[in-house]
């Protein structure tokens, strides 16, 4: 009988498979835990036959208008960021040109504010055929275009078709994938750009019941949150894993047959993986205007009205997106408007340079979001400084309830809180904020591992 063992398993596939001659026998109280994990990120998020074509129909000249073309490019199945599709495909786009004398472009770029892409493109592309690469970028399986301005995708990127990572063994239990049993022992999100080693030492090693004392046959497995396979080029529980997995900020789950526990079982949060996608300027804070001086014109003002887009952003994007928004109306109206503005690093105040009359007591306005008071502001003064600092981090601390637990308090209120935590990377990094309001992550994956044991063990 042994009583602790370490066993090694190493291949060039996702499932790893020992035999055992003679059994291995272990006592029936034996658990297996995950010591150690060494791969590479190379998970295909490109398909052949799922996602891995972009058709292109070239708009005929005058000169030739019955002369139809339509080229399609596949990419191979692999690991691709947006650049390196954007590459991919230009290379064969330039092949193309020089092979039938057209003349096509292909571009498309990512917004790091909300994630979703731009595309321009002087042809149509026929997303409506199979195997699209549409959902990829953003955009709907339709026929569009063309782009000869950037195109904004309806939806946000969707690179990451992994969220998270689970390890299966088949001689493990205790734990649960949404309601189902599982003989996941670990999970991870390879955080790392592709192409980059993977390696999962676990601190605090988990520690499952197995389901056998002769082993004679092991099998490691890693699937995504889905129970997917992922190609890489009713008893007394002491101790319970269960993951939930969704797209939202509540995660709920149903147990049939339900887990029964012992009467002093406690539960800890394992592990939470999102992104930091949470908006911090929607429909409530996201316009003001700002008024011509024109001394020569004393008819009716001229206004210029700037909204942004729900999205995640810094001030560096906010200044970026008005400035566009003033150069266009410039344009439009032979005007000589200016803006700017800056954070002071030391108290975290703004500062504004404008040539017209700032109006931030508008409904809906983005003062309070700069630190300015609802108010009218005059070019008097060459730079504008607000009354406050910046108010761009409208969660300061977000809580993780589940309904199962007590024991913890939020003022002077019984809470059902398990774990607090501040956002501290900048918006797009890799979660009930401080006054229990639910968060919008932007439809983002969001994946949580709870831990229930007994008290002690």
């Not at 150690?36 to 190379?42: A, G, K």
């Amino acid at each position: 009988m042994h009583e602790s063992l370490a066993l090694s398993l190493t291949g060039k596939s996702t499932v790893l498979t020992a035999n055992y001659f003679p059994s291995l026998n272990v006592y029936e109280d034996s658990e297996i835990a995950l010591l150690s994990l060494q791969t590479f990120n190379s998970f295909p998020n490109i398909i052949n036959t799922i996602n891995n074509r972009l058709k292109i129909e070239v708009i005929p000249s005058k000169r030739n208008k019955y002369k139809l073309h339509t080229f399609e490019f596949c990419l191979e199945k692999g690991c691709y960021e947006i650049e390196d599709i954007n590459n991919k495909i230009a290379k064969e786009l330039s092949q193309v040109n020089n092979n039938y004398g057209t003349q096509l472009t292909f571009s498309v770029r990512i917004d790091p504010v909300d994630f979703k892409t731009y595309i321009k493109c002087n042809g149509i592309l026929q997303s409506n055929t199979p195997y699209s690469i549409a959902p990829v970028f953003g955009f709907k399986k339709i026929r569009c275009g063309p782009f000869h301005e950037a195109r904004r995708s309806d939806k946000a990127v969707n690179l990451n078709t992994i969220n998270s990572i689970k390890v299966l063994c088949n001689i493990a239990h205790g734990s649960f994938n949404n309601q189902l049993p599982s003989h996941s022992i670990y999970e991870f999100f390879p955080s790392g750009r592709t192409g980059t080693k993977v390696v999962q030492s676990p601190s605090n090693l988990i520690y499952y019941r197995l389901n056998k004392t002769d082993i004679n046959l092991i099998t490691v497995q890693l699937v995504d949150q889905n129970n997917n396979p992922i190609d890489n080029f009713n008893e007394m529980l002491t101790s319970v894993t269960l993951s939930l997995t969704g797209n939202a900020t509540i995660l709920s789950v149903n147990y049939f047959p339900s887990i029964n526990l012992y009467e002093d079982s406690e539960i800890a949060l394992l592990c939470l993986q999102s992104f930091n996608s949470f908006p911090n300027i929607n429909e409530n804070n996201n316009k003001f205007s700002i008024q011509i001086v024109d001394d020569e014109n004393n008819n009716t003002p001229m206004m210029c009205y700037i909204k942004l887009e729900e999205g995640c952003y810094e001030i560096e994007d906010i200044n970026q997106r008005v400035k566009k928004q003033i150069d266009d109306y410039n344009s439009e109206n032979l005007t000589k408007l200016t803006f700017d503005i800056s954070v002071d690093p030391n108290d975290f105040r703004s500062y504004i340079k404008c040539n017209g009359i700032l109006h931030f007591e508008i409904p809906f306005s983005m003062a309070t979001v700069f630190g300015f008071e609802k108010r009218q502001y005059k070019p008097e003064y060459a730079i504008h400084r607000s009354e406050k600092a910046v108010n761009l981090n409208t969660i300061n601390s977000i809580k993780v309830m589940c309904n199962i637990a007590q024991g913890s308090l939020h003022n002077h209120l019984q809470s059902h809180s398990i774990y607090e935590f501040f956002p501290s990377e900048r918006t797009g990094s890799k979660l009930v904020d401080q006054d229990h309001n639910p968060i919008d992550n932007f439809g983002e994956a969001l994946t949580i591992v709870l831990h229930i044991k007994r008290y002690g063990s």
